[in-house]
């Protein structure tokens, strides 16, 4: 992660900020686009997955790492962009000298400079100097934040090295994890306290879908990471650079990355965006993405039923939720490198951001739905949905939140310009009703409807600025009015369905999932509202005890409120206290009361709430009640221990078997893929059948062939270009069939090419990659020309076959038929001529057997010949390493097949003429015998 941070003035242009901490201005090379992107080039990520990381990680170019099924879709844009693992130092180097000899000259019309200075120290000879109108000068150092507790402390020190060996200097400063939200999303970067920090990230979740990925790590306006959380202090925005750079790069990624999280692109489209976006995304380098790594978990074998995600491990939020033991105790162990167990605070709104915190977390709270540990599909949990398409509303059963609950034909008469308006005219797209479990907290409170209306409503009012009906809006954050921007720019409203029931009307529709539709609008509580309230309190009035403000987030105060801080918890507390005694009911809870009472539903009862949290807090000494399957039993810092205990309330919505029932462990597996040939020529069509099966693995092991599968072939050329790609078409079950038709291989030149077989559970999601090499060979059709001219010639020597066969019988029966005459009309004559006709009988014969002969050797020699042509493209098939000698003797081979043809098909026309010749002279020698004979006669 780099600061990207400079004055937004023409300054700024070429890197110079003005520290708010000294006001003093600094070159920051970071924040030059063409110095982040240039650090692609720079770094070797394959000198860092085999050096440094002993081969267990792959290298990564952008969000999107090779494991994650839709990485074949966006893998283009890395080629296109010229990332390799190796890098290219010399390439990033004369992109980052020419960079900066651009920069001095802009900066000497400002009476700046930047300027090499030999200095013996430095690995590259040299030192970049910053050189200030008054004379001063520094060298240009960055300040490099390292963590130390794994891999990326050897990674700092590689990039740090890399950077001085192109005259940049590094200031090392080795942090620890409890120290980057002060230091790095909390703090302002305006202070230029930081230049780069080893940030990493871990996948929690086995969605397939890439949108949110996207816009988490490139975009301001989700969390606002560019580079700090919610841009609290200052952050790259799209303004900042078109202003200093003309560049619109980021503008593109906060407009179409919106767009994408709201279902707007469909299809291909989808698709299409988003490795447009990608590809932004590298290009403005905010993150440099080095390498995706694989994370070992060790698991004993008491442990039984643990179903681990596929992609995501024991970081699964089913892994407690089915792992069983003989003892009922789990023992985990996490690891730790300073005396913290936690990055971030726990509160409700802008907490648990780190990897720790969220493995506890997960557990404690229960989820209205989540992705399938090994499909990844969104399956209902204490939710479940139904959804309809194109649907007509009643503006009068539809309620919306502005300053309050209000009906939606109440708001538009308020708002008549208001982007819903459209909807009471035509239909809305997209309804689903969601149904609740009922629950309970682990403060003892119910969960009930009114749980579910009200974190609609506090999210609505903190999300909305409503100083336009109140003057003054203590209840908003720009922050999550800017995360929560696809819900609320696509929510129509909300109706009360029953006392367990509402129903959601929005705009979204996901391009091929229906579930994450449900997965996109869905609300669920996951923390008591009275502890919420009071921290809600907190926030805005600060602390009734210590009198410090508090903040959802790192640095928007004096406190990050969090529900296990003893120091917190004294506030919380009395705000707790205040609860009970009625002084502060926010609008929010007030409006949510008032509408349920509408629909005669129960409200919550916030002062017996708060009381129960209070006894909560009192027995377990933290304020962290969820609803989840754990509470948190104990809790001791100082000794890095955290206790987890099974929360048994028989209101919980599940037993503890349930969801290892409910989650059989499937893994999409291929039985076979046959192709029709390996070598093909112009014009052949190419056939591809695809088998493919689910494999249960628990709770029990069995092969099941898939119903529901996608499966795509890809034809990509020689230079690896995508020539034709087409989905399979299912003909039975498991199995799918695809066809490369004639047209698509008739202009294809000759070489190896690549057949990519992708299959997936959703259309563009690869679970499993196969590529099978094909050859594109003209000489086989020569060969199959030559082919058909020895069935065409082999017919002909079957068709002159029998004629000969037909004339020796005819002839034998004729030349019989006379003899047979003659010896009776002759008698005593009728020796000598019957021997002269055997004699003639005998030569027919012969002359016959050698033509039959002839033919048969000349079918013998075709034969031969294809069967050598056969022979050759076999050994062509099964030794494609030795391709071009194959291709000589093939050549050989159908050279000499010529020639023999030809000579055949001269001697076949010898032949036949030999045939006629034979047959006019039995005819002749007949006619002449019975001449012979009528001579004979009248001599006597």
Not at 376 to 383: H, K, L, R, S
Not at 796 to 821: M, P
Not at 906 to 933: G, Y
């Amino acid at each position: 992660l780099f600061n990207p941070y400079c004055d937004d003035t023409e300054l700024g242009k070429y890197g110079v900020a003005t520290s708010v901490k000294d006001n003093k201005t600094y070159f920051n090379p970071f924040a030059l686009r063409e110095f982040r992107y240039a650090m692609n080039f720079l770094i070797s990520r394959k000198y860092i997955v085999e050096e440094i990381m002993r081969g267990s990680a792959n290298p990564q170019y952008t969000v999107i790492g090779p494991s994650h099924p839709a990485y074949p879709q966006i893998e283009t844009v890395i080629k296109e962009l010229g990332l390799i693992p190796e890098g290219d130092f010399d390439k990033a180097k004369a992109m980052i000298e020419e960079l900066f000899s651009k920069v001095s000259e802009g900066l000497r019309e400002h009476g700046y400079d930047l300027v090499k200075e030999s200095a013996p120290d430095s690995p590259a000879g040299y030192w970049w100097v910053f050189k200030r109108p008054d004379g001063s000068k520094e060298i240009v150092t960055i300040t490099f934040l390292i963590r130390v507790e794994d891999e990326r402390r050897q990674i700092g020190d590689y990039v740090a090295s890399l950077l001085e060996k192109i005259g940049i200097k590094v200031s090392r400063v080795y942090i620890e994890r409890g120290q980057v939200f002060r230091l790095v999303y909390g703090a302002d970067p305006r202070t230029l306290d930081w230049h780069i920090y080893t940030e990493g990230w871990v996948s929690v979740a086995e969605s397939p879908w890439i949108e949110w990925d996207i816009a988490w790590y490139y975009a301001g306006w989700f969390y606002g990471l560019l580079p700090t959380w919610m841009h609290i202090h200052w952050g790259y925005t799209a303004e900042h650079e078109e202003k200093l750079w003309g560049e619109t790069i980021q503008k593109k990624i906060e407009e179409e990355s919106l767009k994408l999280t709201k279902g707007v692109y469909k299809g291909d489209k989808y698709w299409e965006v988003a490795r447009e976006l990608i590809k932004l995304g590298i290009m403005e380098s905010i993150r440099v993405f080095l390498t995706e790594n694989v994370q070992f978990f060790l698991v004993n074998k008491r442990v039984t039923n643990l179903v681990p995600g596929r992609t995501t491990g024991l970081y699964s939020p089913f892994v407690l939720r089915t792992a069983t033991t003989v003892d009922g105790i789990i023992r985990i162990v996490q690891y730790s490198a300073e005396a913290a167990l936690f990055m971030s605070a726990w509160n409700p709104v802008g907490g648990m951001t780190d990897i720790y915190s969220t493995n506890i977390w997960r557990f404690v709270r229960e989820y209205g739905g989540y992705w399938h540990p090994t499909t990844g599909e969104y399956i209902p949990m204490a939710t479940t949905w139904s959804i309809k398409y194109n649907v007509t509303i009643d503006p009068e059963k539809i309620y919306v939140y502005k300053a309050g609950w209000m009906t939606l034909k109440e708001y538009l008469e308020k708002y008549p310009d208001d982007w819903r308006a459209e909807y009471v005219e035509k239909v809305v797209p997209v309804e689903i009703v969601f149904n609740y479990k009922p629950g309970a907290f682990h403060d003892g409170e119910d969960m009930i409807l009114w749980d579910i209306v009200f974190n609609i409503a506090w999210y609505w009012e903190w999300a909305t600025n409503d100083t336009d009906v109140r003057g003054e809006d203590p209840w908003y954050h720009p922050g999550i009015e800017s995360s929560m921007a696809p819900i609320f720019t696509t929510l129509v409203g909300l109706r009360i369905v029953n006392e367990t029931a509402i129903a959601l009307y929005g705009t979204y529709t996901h391009p091929v999932s229906e579930s994450e539709i449900a997965a996109y609008y869905m609300f669920y509580t996951t923390w008591s509202p009275a502890v919420w309230t009071a921290m809600e309190y907190c926030v805005i009035h600060k602390g009734p005890v210590s009198g410090k403000t508090y903040g959802w987030h790192e640095g928007e105060a004096e406190r990050y409120i969090d529900a296990l801080s003893k120091d917190h918890l004294v506030d919380i507390k009395a705000a707790l206290e205040i609860l009970v005694k009625g002084e502060y009911i926010p609008p929010h809870i007030e409006s949510t009361n008032k509408l349920l009472e509408e629909f005669k539903l129960p409200v919550k009862d916030l002062a017996d709430a708060a009381n129960k949290a209070l006894k909560f807090i009192e027995k377990y000494g933290h304020a962290v009640i969820g609803n989840g399957p754990f509470y948190i039993s104990k809790y001791l810092p100082a000794e890095l221990h955290l206790e987890l205990e099974a929360f048994r309330d028989p209101r919980y919505p599940f037993t503890e078997d349930y969801w290892i029932k409910k989650l059989p462990y499937i893994l999409l597996e291929v039985k076979a893929i046959k192709i029709s040939a390996g070598i093909i020529a112009p014009g052949e069509k190419l056939v591809i059948t695809v088998e493919v099966v689910d494999h249960m693995i628990s709770p029990e092991e069995k092969i099941i062939p898939t119903e529901k599968a996608w499966v795509e072939v890809v034809l990509i050329s020689p230079a690896g270009e995508i020539v034709y790609r087409k989905e399979g078409v299912m003909v039975e079950k498991g199995k799918w069939v695809i066809e490369i038709p004639e047209e698509v291989t008739e202009g294809l030149a000759e070489g190896s090419y690549t057949l990519q077989i992708r299959i997936g559970r959703f259309p563009g999601i690869s679970e499993i990659v196969r590529e099978i090499p094909i050859t594109v060979l003209g000489l086989k059709k020569e060969v199959r020309e030559l082919g058909k001219r020895v069935e065409e010639l082999g017919a002909k020597v079957e068709e002159i076959g029998k004629s000969v066969e037909a004339v020796r019988e005819e002839l034998s029966k004729s030349i019989e038929e006379v003899r047979s005459e003659l010896e009776a009309r002759l008698g005593a004559i009728a020796k000598d001529i019957a021997d002269a006709i055997s004699g003639l009988k005998e030569a027919i014969t012969k002359a016959i057997g050698e033509t039959s002969k002839a033919i048969e050797e000349t079918g013998s020699v075709i034969k031969e010949s294809s069967a050598a042509i056969s022979s050759s493209i076999d050994e062509l098939r099964s030794a494609v390493d030795d391709l071009k000698s194959g291709i000589e003797g093939l050549k050989k081979d159908i050279s000499g097949v010529k020639t023999v043809m030809e000579e055949q098909a001269t001697k076949l026309d010898e032949i036949s003429s030999m045939l006629a010749t034979v047959q006019w002279l039995v005819v002749i020698a007949l006619i002449l015998s019975v001449v012979s004979i009528g001579i004979s006669i009248r001599k006597r």
